[in-house]
């Protein structure tokens, strides 16, 4: 047991000088690996931040259904029950004319004519009832619902999806499905491309140092003991890596949040976004480590077997 941990002590200690003699290379490959970990990292967050702009905008995205006011209770009482029961269908809310009519009512500076005008007629609002999707990518499938002829016959008007608002809530849909999708495909690109270049560091390392790995197998040194400081001189490039693109991205978000006097940046919420990172700033840091520690460590081990072999193992 002693034996083993003297063993991995002098691993350590020869991955931590390889990674002092190896400057060069390790600047490269560190800061390769800082702007794939930076990059992951603001795509995880901003992907957070447009996910909560995303949600707060799906959250109002519903189907109103105006009914005629020829519908009697016990019609309406089934067409409620008929849409709750209809797939994709996360609540029914229904208002009456006289509720609508009260909605409308509410004063505001900018509709003071509207008062003054229903104020002289008859309540011209239709009852409504008001469908929110559990999906709204799958909206057509309430509408296929709403557009059967036994239920057309029941309303007043159109609903509100249809026309330019059906393209205005197809085109939110599908620009937040795209967003999403973007965000997933970014970071397992660059976390691949990350890889790949520590790989070929390793590569290069081998090849500088292959006289110096010769001599070592000839004085008994086993195969694990020659590649275990590459893997270490890599997991140390994945933990230095990890602290400067956190605090990279934390240096990025203060002088955001100070620099621009509007919380949202189109989609981007930088204050949501700020205040995601800081209360996440433990379970970030961590997170960015392992990740670090896992490209450096997984690059280096196929680096060493591929790049690395000896006639005998021992």
Do not use: C
């Amino acid at each position: 047991m002693n034996h083993r941990l003297i063993t991995l002590g002098r691993i350590i200690r020869a991955g931590a000088q390889n990674f002092m003699r190896n400057a060069t290379l390790a600047i490269a490959a560190i800061a390769v690996m800082v702007i794939t970990l930076t990059i992951v990292l603001f795509s995880i967050v901003t992907n957070a931040a447009f996910s909560h702009t995303i949600q707060q905008i799906t959250d109002k995205i519903d189907v109103s259904v105006f009914l005629k006011d020829t519908v009697t209770p016990a019609q309406r009482d089934k067409l409620l029950s008929d849409l709750r029961s209809t797939d994709n269908v996360k609540s029914v809310e229904y208002q009456s004319k006289e509720d609508v009519l009260k909605q409308q009512q509410k004063p505001t500076d900018e509709n003071m004519d509207l008062q003054l005008a229903l104020a002289q007629i008859d309540n011209p609002f239709p009852a409504t009832i008001h469908v929110k999707p559990n999906d709204p990518n799958k909206l057509q499938s309430i509408q296929n619902y709403l557009e059967k002829p036994e239920i057309q016959a029941l309303q007043s008007s159109k609903t509100t999806y249809s026309g330019d608002k059906k393209k205005a809530l197809d085109n939110i849909t599908k620009s937040t499905k795209f967003l999403r999708e973007a965000g997933l495909v970014g970071v397992l690109i660059f976390a691949i491309v990350s890889m790949l270049i520590i790989f070929n560091t390793i590569r290069m390392a081998i090849f500088n140092r292959r006289d110096e790995l010769q001599i070592m197998r000839l004085l008994g040194a086993s195969t694990s003991y020659i590649r275990g400081p590459f893997v270490v001189e890599t997991i140390i490039y994945g933990i230095v890596s990890a602290i400067i693109s956190v605090t990279v991205i934390n240096s990025l978000f203060v002088v955001s949040g100070s620099a621009f006097a509007a919380s949202n940046f189109g989609l981007l919420d930088i204050g949501f976004a700020n205040n995601y990172f800081r209360d996440r700033f433990w379970i970030i840091l961590a997170s960015q480590l392992v990740i670090g520690i896992l490209i450096g460590a997984v690059s280096s081990t196929v680096a060493t077997r591929r790049y690395l072999k000896f006639k005998s193992s021992k």
